[in-house]
């Protein structure tokens, strides 16, 4: 079994997750390869676990690896904000929920989608192959004006414009189907100072395409709530972020639960009747060790943030 992928905040995630006794039930949202689900199986004996992932290639791969664990594990390939609306456990309400948002080292090296422009590779970028749309299906037929508010929006590249404009002439000449090209349009498009900076220019315009082709972003909006209501009361949610704009809508909702009062602010009297739906555990966010980033560069933008439910309440 090839294993890739190096999952981050392990120590941290089960030091905040750990169950407090035995018979508790997890949901890795995010299962990929099985790094996190195999930690707290091999540690708590009498944890059960649920799995999602909604790649079915790399969900192979975690199958296999947690062998040893069989009859305590069950898997759904699926996306998870499916899986959390359609909720199909019943009465089994999980104990611990976690959610790593980071695409697996899986995808950038094994799954030939086009997830990284280290390789040339066809234009795909879709976790899910149903998916309708890939990243050729934007750059090739999106308009100009779409694809720089997307690249600005979910990329935060500050030369969204001047890329968009690069690629929609390209594509005069024929259509972009892979990586390569794409990464070498952005390239060339860039200022020298830009091309010869920090990080390849193409990396921000990369995960912006990304995000859009899953849809990440409002899968996260439309999820946290959800999970949080199967939550049982006591119960623990973590979420490992990698950029500020999965960051800042999982630090908004947890604040939002963690307010007596959902009241709009200008309302002079409080009549909610509301309480406090879950306590933040971790006032700031979890960030890796120096030690961590030295054996897993990529690890060094993530966030971990845990809040435990208190209150069962409708919200």
């Not at 992932?53 to 904000?81: H, S």
């Not at 192959?129 to 779409?146: F, G, K, M, T």
């Not at 005069?172 to 091309?195: F, H, M, N, V």
Request: glycine letters at 6%; hydrophobic letters at 35%.
């Amino acid at each position: 079994m090839d294993i890739v992928h190096y999952s981050v905040l392990k120590e941290e995630v089960f030091s905040y997750l750990k169950p407090a006794d035995e018979d508790r039930l997890m949901i890795d949202c995010t299962l990929g390869e099985g790094g996190h689900s195999e930690l707290f199986l091999s540690r708590c004996p009498g944890l059960n676990l649920v799995g999602l992932d909604a790649d079915g290639n790399i969900m192979a791969v975690a199958r296999k690896r947690l062998e040893p664990f069989a009859g305590r594990v069950r898997f759904y390939n699926q996306w998870f904000n499916t899986f959390f609306k359609q909720y199909p456990l019943g009465d089994e309400r999980p104990d611990l929920i976690l959610f790593d948002l980071g695409i697996s080292v899986f995808h950038y090296e094994k799954s030939g989608r086009g997830f990284s422009f280290l390789r040339d590779e066809p234009l795909d970028m879709r976790l899910d192959s149903e998916l309708e749309i890939s990243a050729a299906d934007i750059v090739n037929e999106y308009p100009e004006a779409e694809i720089a508010d997307l690249i600005y929006e979910f990329g935060e590249e500050r030369y969204s414009r001047r890329f968009a404009r690069a690629i929609v002439e390209q594509r005069k000449s024929g259509r972009i189907e892979t990586t390569g090209q794409l990464s070498e349009i952005i390239s060339k498009a860039s200022p020298p100072d830009y091309r010869h900076g920090r990080i390849h220019p193409a990396t921000r315009s990369f995960q912006a395409l990304r995000i859009a082709v899953n849809g990440e972003l409002a899968r996260l909006d439309s999820v946290l709530a959800n999970a949080l209501r199967i939550l049982k009361p006591g119960g623990r949610m973590g979420v490992i972020t990698f950029h500020s704009l999965e960051d800042r809508r999982v630090k908004h909702f947890f604040r939002s639960m963690n307010k007596a009062c959902i009241c709009p602010p200008e309302q002079p009297i409080c009549n909610c009747e509301g309480r406090r739906i879950v306590e933040i555990i971790t006032k700031k966010p979890v960030i890796p060790t120096e030690e961590e980033i030295k054996l897993n560069a990529p690890s060094r933008s993530s966030k971990l943030r845990v809040v435990k439910k208190i209150s069962d309440e409708e919200f």
